[in-house]
């Protein structure tokens, strides 16, 4: 009878190992498969890229800026995938690359030529919002101007999304003010009092220095619905890999912009 109960003890333990073999098996191939669809649709977006950036030559200070810095993300954008291990890097490659084709759409916009098919939306692009009128402003002994399309006094575009955790709207700029933050992760002191001050009572924008504090302004949680409709906060680029993985604090870091912008 003991010996019964033993063979019934090991035939069941067995069954159960077996088990858990067979779904761990099927769980890694599932991995596997989505991995290399991920790859697949994150290298799609990479070649587009890479094919704009080797086609297209700047005219102007604008164009120029804008190829330049979709080169920049198409660098990143060709090293992440090489490195790409899971499906969430995948998709981070894609995102770079996709800020990428932004930057190609603003330097075509620049140059007067057909910008080309409308993207996919960057994570946390809808909630940015987008410069819609001229606007400039003095802050700290600069004279710092935003606008809706380039000129030679707004030759830096940026094509809007979350900056260590903070809203930045698409538009040109007489300056990148956005990118200390970018390469070290954090805003400084006075980045409140510039976005308010640069932003305050502009249509299309929404967020007020509080707001902006705080990481969020008007329409917060439309886009935040949204993200999760999408698979989960603001498609889960935010505070840490914001725009691509262009924020120095996620996943992947941030290029090294050099040149000191000041007063952040």
């Avoid at 069954?15 to 596997?32: F, M, N, P, Q």
């Avoid at 086609?55 to 990143?76: I, P, V």
């Avoid at 009128?133 to 030759?155: C, L, M, N």
Wanted: aromatic share 10%; glycine share 18%.
């Amino acid at each position: 009878m003991e010996g019964a109960l033993l063979v019934l003890i090991l035939l069941v333990v067995g069954a159960i190992g077996l088990a858990v073999y067979a779904a761990s098996k099927a769980s890694g191939k599932r991995t596997a498969a989505s991995l290399a669809d991920a790859k697949a649709d994150a290298r799609r977006v990479i070649e587009r890229l890479g094919g704009q950036v080797f086609a297209l030559s700047g005219t102007d200070d604008a164009s120029t800026q804008a190829l330049a810095d979709a080169s920049e993300r198409y660098t990143a954008a060709s090293s992440q995938i090489d490195q790409a291990t899971t499906p969430r890097q995948a998709e981070l490659a894609k995102e770079s690359a996709l800020e990428g084709l932004y930057y190609v759409r603003a330097a075509r916009t620049a140059m007067g030529m057909d910008p080309g098919p409308d993207l996919e939306s960057l994570s946390g692009q809808r909630t940015a919002g987008t410069v819609t009128e001229d606007r400039r402003v003095q802050f700290e002994g600069r004279e710092i101007e935003a606008s809706p399309a380039p000129s030679e006094r707004t030759p830096n575009y940026y094509p809007g999304g979350r900056v260590a955790g903070r809203p930045v709207p698409a538009g040109w700029y007489s300056e990148p003010w956005w990118k200390p933050a970018l390469v070290a992760g954090a805003w400084g002191v006075g980045s409140a009092l510039l976005f308010s001050t640069l932003f305050t009572g502009m249509a299309g924008v929404g967020y007020d220095s509080q707001a902006f504090e705080g990481g969020y302004g008007d329409g917060f949680q439309d886009g935040f619905d949204q993200g999760q409709a999408d698979g989960g906060g603001d498609g889960g680029f935010d505070g840490g890999g914001d725009a691509g993985g262009w924020d120095s604090g996620g996943d992947w870091g941030g290029g090294d912009f050099g040149g000191d912008f000041g007063g952040f």
